[in-house]
């Protein structure tokens, strides 16, 4: 099987075949393993023996979801995490000492900034914060005692575009640990490993799983960081479940086929919301108005299934658009089959002061669509009467 065959790898990874010799992967439900004597028991638990123990360390489901994301990210190894927030603070936790610094891009996570922002500095670990759009201030940012560059792109909610290449060569320049949150653009349209970064988490919640069924968090990269995230891990009990394992790794057989229709359909509705009279303006990635279209054309195989937009009217007529919102669901999740709409500025990003909102890119009536995969006729019809 060739490497660079995305699509088979995402299919035919999968644990030996037990004596049954199934076609699909077992669900292991059992929280330990047994040992046939004390001897073995030894050497497995001083690494001797690289066998599975105990679940919060490995499992056969774990390890299949594991090998097939490495394979599709081109990363080394990795951890699978009950959440993709689990596999941020895991990840960050396992390699940060007390005094240590991060720089990071303004357009984060809303929980991926409380980390830095509230809990991490308990430990005396720092956070500076460059404007996505100003990448050349990155530099300035970085002390002696900055130890990870941190980015997700596209960014929540404003799909912004950030340039993996940039960040890798300063990550680089600069002996910097880069770790890229991928979780909009899935391994299949967007691999940061091959702009330089060093780590690449996903929330497998959202496209991964693509159903809003589980929650799953995954973390990959090179071998020697993900070793200290395990032993971090192992120690603290972050770890997937089996069963969310076992779910996700077959998810993942439909990715591609899934993400295809996806971005077909956003990018229809994008273009629709770029020429409607009650929008100001569209953010999509792969339409040629977005800021950073050029960026996202050389790192992205196509746009993603997210969708920004501004509704005329601000806060006021964010409430009434979602109010109107017949088809769609009003949900805080996205990747799923449904689409999904949310207006940050009144709902999950209404604690923050409009100055805040503004600098990463949240205004009154922004608006973030999940297109799904119904048919997007009836999408676009939706969206155009709640619109108006």
């Not at 709902?347 to 608006?367: A, M, N, P, Q, Y």
Request: glycine share 6%; charged share 20%.
């Amino acid at each position: 099987m060739s490497k660079d065959n995305f699509e088979t790898s995402a299919i035919r990874t999968q644990i030996e075949h037990t004596q049954f010799l199934e076609n699909s992967s077992p669900l292991y439900l059992t929280s330990g393993f047994v040992f046939e004597n004390a001897e073995e028991m030894r050497a497995s638990f001083t690494e001797e023996k690289e066998r599975n123990i105990y679940s919060r360390f490995t499992n056969p489901n774990t390890s299949e979801f594991v090998d097939k994301v490495c394979k599709m990210e081109g990363a080394e190894d990795g951890f699978a995490f009950a959440t993709g927030m689990a596999a941020i603070f895991s990840s960050l936790a396992a390699l940060l000492n007390s005094g240590d610094h991060i720089v990071s891009a303004r357009s984060v996570f809303g929980s991926t900034h409380v980390l830095f922002t509230n809990y991490f500095p308990k430990w005396n670990i720092t956070t500076s914060y460059f404007n996505v759009n100003e990448p050349d201030t990155i530099e300035s940012l970085i002390t002696p005692k900055t130890k990870i560059l941190f980015a997700e792109s596209p960014t929540n909610p404003a799909v912004d575009v950030l340039d993996l290449e940039l960040l890798g060569k300063i990550a680089n320049k600069h002996n910097l640990i880069l770790v890229v949150d991928n979780c909009f653009a899935t391994p299949y349209l967007q691999q940061p490993i091959k702009f330089g970064a060093d780590l690449v988490v996903h929330s497998a919640t959202k496209l991964m799983d693509g159903q809003g069924r589980v929650l799953g968090g995954i973390t990959v990269g090179r071998k020697d960081l993900i070793r200290e995230i395990y032993l971090f891990s192992r120690n603290t009990g972050p770890s997937l479940s089996p069963f969310n394992a076992w779910l996700l790794s077959k998810s993942l057989e439909t990715l591609v086929v899934r993400v295809d229709k996806h971005c077909e359909n956003a990018l229809k509705v994008a273009e629709f919301l770029e020429n409607h009279e009650n929008v100001n303006w569209v953010k999509y990635p792969f339409l040629k108005s977005h800021p950073q279209y050029q960026v996202a054309k050389k790192q992205m195989k196509k746009g993603g299934n997210i969708v920004a937009f501004e509704v005329k009217g601000g806060i006021e007529a964010g409430r009434s658009f979602l109010n109107s919102i017949k088809l769609c669901s009003l949900s805080a999740n996205l990747g799923d089959t449904k689409t999904i709409v949310t207006h940050p500025a009144s709902t999950t990003h209404s604690k923050l002061s409009e100055e805040d909102r503004l600098e990463v890119g949240i205004s009154d009536g922004l608006v973030r669509v999940s297109v799904g995969l119904e048919d997007v006729s009836d999408v676009i019809n939706d969206l155009n009467q709640a619109l108006q």
